[in-house]
Nanobody, 124 residues
Framework: QVQLVESGGGLVQAGGSLRLSCAAS????????MAWFRQAPGKEREFVAGISWNRNSGNTWYTDSVKGRFTISRDNAKNTVYLQMDSLKPEDTAVYYC???????????????WGQGTQVTVSS
């Protein structure tokens, strides 16, 4: 079992920055691929960014709309994953979810464990 708790959401003006954190607990949490998804009002949940389970590779992947603005990283010693969000836009407004998977994937179905979500609101 892996438990995930997100934090760091809030209200920010367009062009601003936020850093989301996802604290993972569980004996093997550091062996999981981690990802961020988001769900805007009236829309389906979508993939945002992911980071490999393989700490040696450090591979990351992003949806096109956030490339160059968002950065995902992980601190395995702290069992924490971060999403640094810069140059935020109103269309980034959503509930952001952290998720864990045994596989490097963009697909929601690959993710076994989910956090409760944290709200990010970007005002214009």
């Amino acid at each position: 079992q892996v438990q995930l708790v997100e934090s760091g959401g809030g209200l920010v003006q367009a062009g601003g920055s936020l850093r989301l954190s996802c604290a993972a607990s569980g004996r093997t949490a550091s062996n999981y691929a981690m990802a961020w998804f988001r769900q805007a009002p009236g829309k389906e949940r979508e993939f945002v960014a992911g980071i490999s389970w393989n700490r040696n590779s450090g591979n990351t992947w992003y949806t096109d709309s956030v490339k160059g603005r968002f950065t995902i990283s992980r601190d395995n010693a702290k069992n924490t994953v971060y999403l640094q969000m810069d140059s935020l836009k109103p269309e980034d407004t959503a509930v952001y979810y952290c998720a864990a998977s045994r596989y490097d994937s963009r697909g929601q179905s690959a993710y076994d464990y989910w956090g409760q979500g944290t709200q990010v609101t970007v005002s214009s």
